[in-house]
């Protein structure tokens, strides 16, 4: 065997292994991978043809209290080799794995003959035949002073990604897939501290919020994801289920002030890993973090940033570490959408601002907050308090940061549902839109607004791509199934509650928008089954009762109709029966006097209800009153001729979810 030289260059394939300066090589091209990829290279070429464990690996680069993820670092390192050599983890070329033992070198290796070889100077046939050559053995107890220059060759790597270097054979870059839609699943926490998971939770949103800006990718909003949280599903089935060509996961783990996130790329339709990546930043730089993993993902899949796409990628800043932390919890209390938790993201929303007052975001949670406290799926604030206080934080986020879409979110659906204020909505969610496409809330409000104005084949394309962006979101499935009736699409709307219900059959808005759709074809005892469901979900809901009564009247149950009102009346002791709900449920009846009263009494308390009356199919009854048309008109809704939309129907799909 011929010997190695002290420094010694090895060959395989089209590829060179300078040992001495850690680098690989293709066709003489320096290839942008170093550190720990390039130490596992080493140690596998060097024991080539032989079974080198994962444990083996860990103790020859690892050393054992380096701060790191091992099982994702190692997988990573894995990846980032086949990628830069072209080779496949199904049909390897040169990386072999061996299922719960390790890997094995299969590739062909040779080392160049050197001066110190004599058969080199001689033609000896010998040369260039395959060799074992002895390569220097890695130190694991130095090996974790390797990890920061890893990261800053992770974001070479990312930067020359960006910059459109060729790190891939013109082969395998022909066969990249097209990418056009793309999930973040919920990132696992694997930081020592359970109660990190907040941190988990809020990274994977930020992900998501900051790929969502791309144009022209459909990226999946948090709530569909968050259903695969801590499930162990085939990546196939979930992409079925959402409809995407890729997904990301991947890992957090903290450790003091430093947090490093572990992400993978997979292609949805083969299970193929089509990139891995290792970041790790200290905690006051974890938005710049962030910025690199989207830029770099951004880039794996060819998408074409604009202008805006690099600048939004670029932001960069140092963050208030305290005013983060408190965002992040906040947002993770408000995801839970329930009154108390909505009251603590409140606290931490608040803590946020005053630990950071220029954090913008804390201000739109505060805004986010109060627009749902305030509007019918709590009532826990009142109108009033909640458009007052949601406007004022939704500008203060603006005057921060003019370009924040979410913030223009806030600010348009505060003014539609307590200010009425339709032009300025309309406006607000429009910037929405163009600033964030792939906020879905933005689709979802703004649909709200476009029903609102009698403009239901837009109201309905909204609906659609905020299910589309949000494809397991029930509140969106159940919104569009409300439009579509609105609409007079009835077996639409029933085909989109059903899949509602699929999705999450313990939702009593689901079953009461589906309730009224049943009503409208006459189906009175599937309808009032419906509205018991709901009633019994929302632990006797002032609005779902009314639905009851209202059917009863409709179905000519006039007895259990009255019963129902009386109900009605006597909980308005005990808390809080929007006016609103008393119209309907006279409406059921036709006591057209004290339906009036009520939408009367909804109108001086600035009810958020009454943003739909002038499209409501339950107050066709009303429509040719003086009084009825008086209040449109002081709503400064549009005064709609009766079409076959509306007439001769008698429910809707009532209230919009938040």
Not at 538 to 564: C, E, F, K, W
């Amino acid at each position: 065997m011929a010997t190695a030289s002290s420094d010694p260059v090895v060959r395989f394939g089209s590829f060179e292994l300078d040992l001495c300066a850690g680098e690989l090589r293709h066709r003489g091209i320096r290839l942008p991978v170093q550190g720990q990829p390039v130490q596992v290279l080493r140690i596998l070429v060097e024991r080539s043809g032989q079974v080198v464990t994962r444990q083996e690996l860990r103790e020859q680069i690892w050393a054992a209290d380096t701060f790191v993820d091992f099982d994702h670092a190692l997988n990573n390192s894995i990846a980032s080799l086949r990628d830069v050599l072209s080779d496949s983890a199904t049909k390897p070329r040169y990386i072999e794995t061996l299922r719960r033992r390790g890997y094995r070198w299969i590739g062909p290796v040779t080392a160049p003959a050197t001066r110190s070889d004599p058969r080199s100077e001689d033609g000896d046939a010998s040369h260039g035949a395959s060799v074992q050559p002895q390569l220097p053995r890695v130190d694991g107890r130095r090996s974790h002073r390797l990890w920061p220059a890893f990261v800053v060759t992770t974001a070479v790597l990312t930067i020359s990604i960006s910059a459109g270097v060729l790190i891939r054979s013109s082969r395998d870059v022909a066969a990249v897939p097209q990418i056009h839609s793309i999930a973040v699943l919920p990132l696992e926490n694997l930081s020592p501290e359970p109660s990190d998971e907040y941190l988990s939770d809020g990274m994977t949103d930020e992900l998501i919020t900051k790929l969502a800006a791309v144009r022209n990718l459909r990226v999946i909003s948090r709530t569909s994801v968050m259903r695969y949280k801590g499930a162990r599903i085939a990546v196939r089935d979930i992409a079925r289920a959402l409809r995407i060509d890729a997904l990301v996961e991947g890992s957090v783990v903290r450790s003091a002030d430093r947090v490093r996130v572990n992400v993978q790329l997979i292609e949805a339709a083969t299970d193929r890993h089509l990139w891995a990546r290792s970041y790790e930043e200290a905690f006051v730089d974890v938005v710049r973090l962030q910025n690199r993993i989207a830029s770099a993902i951004a880039a794996e899949i060819q998408a074409e940033l604009t202008s805006p796409d690099r600048a939004h990628f670029a932001v960069a800043h140092a963050i208030n570490t305290q005013a983060y932390e408190m965002y992040l919890k906040g947002r993770y209390h408000w995801n839970k959408r329930t009154e108390s938790e909505l009251r603590l993201a409140l606290r931490y929303f608040e803590q946020s601002a005053d630990a950071d007052p220029q954090n913008a975001y804390a201000y739109v949670g505060l805004a986010d907050t109060y627009n749902i406290l305030g509007s019918w799926a709590f009532n826990a604030v009142s109108p009033a308090e909640a458009g007052r206080k949601a406007e004022e934080y939704a500008r203060h986020a603006l005057a921060l940061d003019p370009s924040l879409g979410e913030a223009h979110a806030a600010l348009g659906d505060a003014k539609l549902l307590f200010e009425r204020n339709w032009e300025t909505a309309r406006q607000e969610f429009e910037s929405a839109i163009s600033l964030s496409p792939g906020y879905a809330n933005s689709h979802h409000w703004f649909a709200e607004y476009l029903c609102d104005m009698g403009q239901f084949d837009r109201a309905i394309e909204e609906s659609r791509k905020a299910l589309e962006l949000d494809p397991l979101a029930p509140i969106f499935a159940s919104a569009l199934g409300g439009r579509l009736h609105i609409a007079g699409r009835d077996e639409a709307a029933l085909e989109a509650l059903q899949g509602a219900l699929e999705l999450d059959p313990h939702i009593p808005i689901v079953h009461s928008t589906l309730g009224v759709v049943y009503e409208t074809k006459g189906m009175f005892p599937q309808a009032v089954r419906e509205f018991e469901r709901a009633i019994e979900l929302s632990h006797g809901d002032p609005t779902y009762i009314a639905n009851l009564g209202h059917v009863y009247g409709v179905s000519g149950d006039t007895m259990r109709a009255l019963q129902t009102l009386n109900t009605l009346k006597s909980l308005a002791g005990a808390r809080s029966v929007p006016a609103y709900d008393l119209a309907v449920a006279y409406a059921g009846v036709n006591d057209r006097r004290a339906a009036l009263r009520a939408l009367k009494a909804a109108y001086d308390e600035g009810s958020p209800w009454l943003d739909n009356v002038a499209v409501e199919p339950r107050f066709h009854v009303l429509r040719s009153e003086p009084e009825f048309i008086q209040i449109i008109r002081a709503l400064g809704l549009p005064i709609l001729a009766p079409t076959a939309t509306y007439s001769n129907r008698s429910a809707t799909g009532g209230r919009r979810p938040s």
